[in-house]
């Protein structure tokens, strides 16, 4: 074990850097330029995990016996080891996993505000008072951690999310083993970096790398793990949640959306035109809340279409570390086949595109097109499969009773945004739409890191991450009567 971090990376277990006990390798390629490869990810093996998951068993009872002031200014501490590397952070995440820089930037800036939300809410009541039947005696409800929690996370917020999941467990008495993605690795490390210069005891946040069929299911089989928080695709979900049942412990899943905008005749279509270019574009279209769905109502479909291409067209595609790139690469080739080959099976209508530069900056990199397409048969593939790319649907509607036929028509139900100046129009969607992210007049992406995130039907478990919500799933509660 070495406490410098080589090329070929190395699991953080227990604040030291572990060298796999495997003898496999990954490449963690730029996805702007695959000929650049960022380092050797280490396939791992289930001693790995073992290993990582007794460490933070080891340092649970200890993190559960410090007060919530204590826990909170270790929290705040890993926020501004964060503020001071946030630049160089950026650059990496631009560089590893395609996210435009400015994008990038505006992520390290929340990962900050995450920290500092969850070092407040470490401070918060844990419990309330419950009058008693017996004369003279106390009840009351305490909360309390549930131990170690296993955290599979996605390559496409590789700090936000992985902190939007270890920040509260950890400020409610939790230790955390962190499995990243195989692409978003080296920002995994980076991030394992962080919490040793801000103190963060031994044992407390480990990151145990390597491919989720090996170490992945390894961790979730490891007697210490008494939870565990996934955000991914929805077969893997499904898998997760069955093996944590089958062990009768906690899980959480967040399974991606087929997110929709609905255009409403009354609707401000400049702006329409502009969030919904956005919310389907910009990042190539590489997020859970991205809009891959518009319908509009007839009667304002070729304004609005007209306005939509215009701001596609004026979105710039570019290599992620360029400050005006707004659309950068897929993730990976195999993405950028799969959804060519979706689009060619679906027989699918493009309507526009905004095309990728032919310049040699472009050719070793893998860029998609941002494409608007005829949506076609509301149960077909470009209706209910989640591309997770720069690709739009586009529908047509009769009127809002029809539009959130469609809208709702999906195994998903993550977000939604009704374009509309009608206020009975826009009471009606929010109690009719199925998403458990619901905007009105506003982008489909996102949420504010105090507000609950998730979704409904396939998108979700039902748990809810992010804001008070965290509580409920990182604690558990324990009743307790005294008597006289």
Not at 275 to 299: D, F, H, N, P
Not at 461 to 476: H, I, V
């Amino acid at each position: 074990m070495t406490s410098v971090k080589p090329s070929q990376l190395q699991h953080f277990i227990n604040n030291e850097w572990h060298k796999t006990n495997g003898d496999q390798w990954i490449d963690d390629l730029n996805p702007s330029d695959v000929s650049d490869v960022i380092a050797l990810v280490p396939a791992g093996s289930p001693d790995d995990a073992r290993a990582a998951s007794a460490a933070a068993a080891a340092a649970s009872p200890g993190w559960r016996g410090l007060s919530g002031p204590a826990r909170a200014e270790h929290l705040y501490r890993w926020a501004g080891a964060i503020s001071d590397r946030a630049e160089e952070l950026a650059q990496v995440m631009a560089r590893e996993v395609g996210k435009p820089i400015g994008e990038s930037r505006g992520e390290v800036g929340r990962c900050v505000v995450i920290l500092r939300y969850y070092a407040g809410e470490a401070v918060r009541e844990i419990g309330q008072v419950i009058p008693a039947q017996s004369a003279g005696s106390l009840q009351f409800s305490l909360r309390e951690p549930l131990g170690v929690v296993a955290m599979i996370t996605p390559w496409n917020f590789p700090l936000a999310i992985p902190l939007w999941k270890a920040a509260p467990a950890i400020a409610f008495g939790n230790t955390v083993v962190l499995k990243p993605a195989e692409s978003s690795s080296y920002l995994a490390t980076l991030l394992a970096e962080t919490a040793l210069t801000a103190g963060i005891p031994a044992g407390v946040f480990n990151v145990l790398l390597g491919s989720g069929s090996t170490v992945g299911s390894a961790l979730l089989e490891a007697p210490e793990v008494r939870a565990v928080s996934f955000t991914g695709s929805g077969p893997v979900g499904a898998r997760i949640a069955a093996s944590a049942a089958a062990r009768n412990i906690r899980y959480q899943t967040e399974m991606g959306g087929k997110n929709v905008v609905i255009v409403m005749p009354d609707a401000d279509l400049a702006k329409a035109a502009s969030l919904t270019a956005a919310g389907a574009m910009r990042y190539a279209g590489q997020k859970c809340t991205a809009t891959s769905r518009v319908i509009v109502a007839s009667e304002v479909e070729a304004d609005f279409m007209r306005q939509l291409r215009s701001q596609i067209e004026a979105l710039p595609i570019g290599p992620v570390t360029d400050v005006r790139a707004a659309v950068g690469p897929l993730i990976s080739r195999a993405s950028h086949d799969s959804i060519t080959k979706a689009l060619a099976d679906a027989n699918a209508e493009s309507l526009f595109t905004n095309p990728v530069p032919s310049s040699a900056e472009f050719s070793n990199g893998n860029f998609f097109p941002p494409t608007v397409v005829r949506g076609g048969d509301p149960d077909g593939i470009l209706a209910q499969r989640e591309l997770f790319g720069p690709v739009l649907a586009a529908f047509t509607s009769e009127d809002l009773d029809h539009a959130i036929d469609i809208a709702n028509r999906t195994v998903y139900g993550l977000s939604a945004s009704l374009f509309t100046a009608d206020l009975r129009a826009a009471l009606n969607y929010i109690n009719r739409i199925h998403v458990g992210l619901v905007r009105v007049n506003g982008d489909t992406t996102g949420v504010d890191p105090h507000a609950p995130f998730g979704g409904m039907k396939g998108s979700s478990s039902g748990s809810r991450e992010q804001g008070p919500a965290a509580r409920e799933f990182y604690t558990e509660i324990k009743t307790v009567q005294v008597n006289p």
